[in-house]
């Protein structure tokens, strides 16, 4: 059978050592030694520890203990060498393992160290603190009534709280002595005030220069980046928006463009327009997802020939909380009048204009005694607002009604060359500054994608050939 590991205390304490090491080491073998007939160690000399801490020892080793652990404090803080010396088998301690658990559980903090008189005097924990948490302030106190008291089992009542209160005063006391906070915690405590001063003069230029910016944002690394929206509350990202139109035929980046806005409403038709120009043709279908719906930009593709296909986004609060959304009410091009779900007609009242658009307003009468308002509205009156041209958003949803795979087919056509481009551009995308020449780096990434993919459809040679003639 494998020799087992002998275990020795001054008293019963040690018994938390013992079973920490059990839990570790399940199929270990152990022999406990606990010197009750000498206890306590912790006010005696260094020498009677010494030499009670070699019999017991001794002792141990002569029942054939392959090491011996050492789980009095006041031993380890003492007598570890002597032992270590005097005995052919490994002998370890407690003060360096309780030393690594004190300052990993830290983070520049105040280590307290309670002890017996002697492991305090020795300053073994102190010495070896400082050395694993120099950041740290160590305070120390001597407590010799608390292994009496373990060792009569006096663990709860009134006596042993009033000990440890008188203990944890003077404890406190000591913790805000400035003598014994260490020279080279303050000196890091005063290296990072001075760094956090510094960055808040800084901060305070910078925010003396956002009310001269058109768009209230400086950027400190690339003067030309923003902010870009993300779908992600609190996840927008710093650096530019790419617009790229990609043919549905060959998948081939027609147009591109590079911009510093922060969101894709307001790019529809300018990146369709390039896409056309590009392409050479006078009428064109353009698909978008809804982060393009922007009923100015639709207006524009309308008007120049430009077919767009853009689904609308489903921000209702009525038709969200289950009641009727806009969808439900019936226009009347003939009468300029709205039908409402409970047959009512809802007639013109007013124009007005919000945002640069021209929108009329609608409602009936006949809300106050409507029987399904609460399905319809929580005010008064359901008004309908109508832009002056609405007819073009609704022509635009007929043609998607139509077109149930418009929302796929601009996935695989779009997304691809996208994700194709970003996995090429790594983690960083970009690698230049400025707007002028993140454009030209976009236009080269471009250029090698369109390359390639014109080498996939027509082959090396013919593209040669092509691109001679």
């Not at 054939?64 to 060498?81: Q, Y």
């Not at 307001?266 to 997802?289: E, F, M, N, P, Y």
């Not at 009525?318 to 779900?341: H, I, L, M, T, W």
């Not at 149930?404 to 056509?413: C, M, N």
Request: proline share 6%; aromatic share 6%.
């Amino acid at each position: 059978m494998d020799a087992p590991i002998g275990v020795f205390d001054s008293g019963v304490g040690g018994l938390t050592v013992l079973r920490a090491l059990l839990a570790k080491l399940p199929h270990e073998h152990t022999i406990y030694l606990g010197d009750t007939a000498r206890v306590p160690y912790g006010t005696r000399s260094r020498e009677v520890v010494t030499r009670y801490a070699l019999l017991c020892g001794r002792y141990l080793a002569a029942q054939g203990i392959k090491m011996l652990v050492v789980a009095c404090n006041t031993v380890s803080a003492d007598s570890l060498p002597v032992l270590a010396e005097a005995l052919p088998i490994p002998v370890v301690g407690v003060i360096d393992p309780g030393a690594q658990a004190a300052a990993a559980r830290t983070r520049g903090g105040t280590i307290a160290v309670l002890g017996t008189p002697a492991t305090v005097s020795s300053g073994a924990y102190q010495s070896a603190l400082r050395r694993l948490a120099p950041l740290s302030k160590v305070v120390a106190r001597a407590c010799p009534l608390f292994v009496p008291l373990a060792e009569e089992g006096w663990t709860d009542g009134e006596v042993p709280r009033l000990v440890a209160e008188r203990y944890l005063v003077d404890l406190d006391r000591a913790d805000r002595e400035p003598a014994t906070i260490p020279e080279a915690r303050v000196s890091h405590v005063k290296q990072k005030i001075a760094a956090i001063k510094a960055h808040i003069r800084k901060l305070v230029e910078v925010e003396k220069q956002l009310p001269e910016a058109p768009d209230q944002q400086v950027s400190l690394t690339d003067p030309d980046a923003r902010s870009m929206t993300s779908a992600g509350k609190g996840t927008g990202i710093v650096g530019y928006n790419v617009q790229t139109a990609v043919d549905t035929e060959h998948h081939m980046i027609v147009a591109h463009e590079v911009t510093n806005e922060g969101t894709d409403n307001g790019q529809l038709s300018s990146i369709a327009h390039l896409a056309r120009d590009a392409i050479g043709q006078k009428k064109v279908t353009v698909l978008a997802d809804r982060g393009y719906f922007s009923s100015e930009q639709i207006l524009q593709c309308d008007q120049s020939d430009i077919t767009p296909l853009v689904p609308k986004p489903l921000t209702s609060n009525s038709r969200a909380d289950g009641r009727f959304d806009k969808r439900d009410f019936v226009y009347d091009a003939k009468r300029d009048e709205y039908r409402c779900p409970a047959g009512e007609r809802a007639i013109w009242r007013m124009t007005t204009v919000e945002r640069g658009l021209r929108l009329h307003r609608y409602w009936t009468s006949a809300c106050p005694q409507c029987p399904i308002k609460a399905q319809c509205t929580l005010s008064d009156y359901r008004r309908i607002t109508r832009w002056e041209h609405e007819h073009v958003l609704e022509a635009m949803q007929n043609r998607l009604d139509r077109a149930p795979e418009a929302s796929r087919l601009r996935r695989q056509t779009a997304e691809h060359p996208f994700g194709t481009l970003k996995a090429w551009m790594g983690s960083t995308h970009f690698l230049t500054r400025t707007l002028p020449r993140v454009r030209a780096e976009m236009s080269l990434h471009v250029l090698a994608y369109n390359i390639k993919r014109a080498i996939k459809i027509l082959g090396a040679q013919p593209l040669i050939e092509f691109m001679r003639a």
